[in-house]
T-cell receptor
Framework: RKEVEQDPGPFNVPEGATVAFNCTYS??????FFWYRQDCRKEPKLLMS???SGNEDGRFTAQLNRASQYISLLIRDSKLSDSATYLC??????????????FGKGTHLIIQP | AAGVIQSPRHLIKEKRETATLKCYPI?????VYWYQQGPGQDPQFLIS???????DKGSIPDRFSAQQFSDYHSELNMSSLELGDSALYFC??????????????FGPGTRLTVL
């Protein structure tokens, strides 16, 4: 079983719609979680950190469910510029401190005019 | 705001040659990470450094080595290159996770092509 699993999509949604992604992670000891977005052939860009209490940043809301080991991202009032691949990310728990990130395969989102 | 700088941006090498990639972290970031992203793949963690010491090690081949210098920049050295090493190589930087949530910021990447 892959450590971080996401539905690859693509998700085709009309502009202005609300879209939600989930991902699941296998390591119950994981402590830190993120959503990154990646545009074609570009670097991953940090979208949101995901905190236990959930957090919101403008049109974006992230939630963490530790009991079920899943993370969600909700995008409201989607814009054409939201079209990208959304990567669910879990920090490795190596105990060394500067831990690397484990990425899901990504969910491809296409916003249609 | 200043971002992570990587050089070169593109590199073409022959099989069995060596390559050195460089990474300059965001100012005041003291921790660097290296990732490899093959075509159609998600980024795979290779290695990380803090205070010039290796901190975490992922799927870095034995043919690769890396180090961090006193000015916090890092270099990834790749020897005996193989066709399968063709990929995007990203460097990321952060404040040390003891003082942050381990939010990592990625550079634009070096695209390595091995012929």
């Amino acid at each position: 079983r892959k450590e971080v699993e996401q539905d690859p999509g693509p998700f085709n949604v009309p502009e202005g719609a609300t879209v939600a992604f989930n991902c699941t992670y296998s390591n119950s000891a994981s402590q830190s979680f993120f959503w990154y977005r990646q545009d074609c052939r570009k670097e991953p860009k940090l979208l949101m950190s995901v905190y236990s209490s959930g957090n919101e940043d403008g049109r974006f809301t992230a939630q963490l469910n530790r009991a079920s080991q899943y993370i969600s991202l909700l995008i409201r009032d989607s814009k054409l510029s939201d079209s990208a691949t959304y990567l669910c990310v879990v920090v490795r728990d190596s105990g060394g401190g500067a831990d690397g990130l484990t990425f899901g395969k990504g969910t491809h989102l296409i916003i249609q005019p | 705001a200043a971002g992570v700088i990587q050089s070169p941006r593109h590199l073409i090498k022959e099989k069995r040659e060596t390559a050195t990639l460089k990474c300059y972290p965001i100012p005041r970031h003291d921790t660097v990470y290296w990732y490899q992203q093959g075509p159609g793949q998600d980024p795979q963690f290779l290695i990380s450094f803090y205070e010039k010491m290796q901190s975490d090690k992922g799927s870095i081949p034995d043919r690769f080595s890396a180090q961090q210098f006193s000015d916090y920049h890092s270099e990834l050295n790749m020897s005996s290159l193989e066709l399968g090493d063709s990929a995007l190589y990203f460097c990321a930087s952060s404040f040390h996770p003891r003082t942050s949530y381990n939010e990592q910021f990625f550079g634009p990447g070096t695209r390595l092509t091995v012929l």
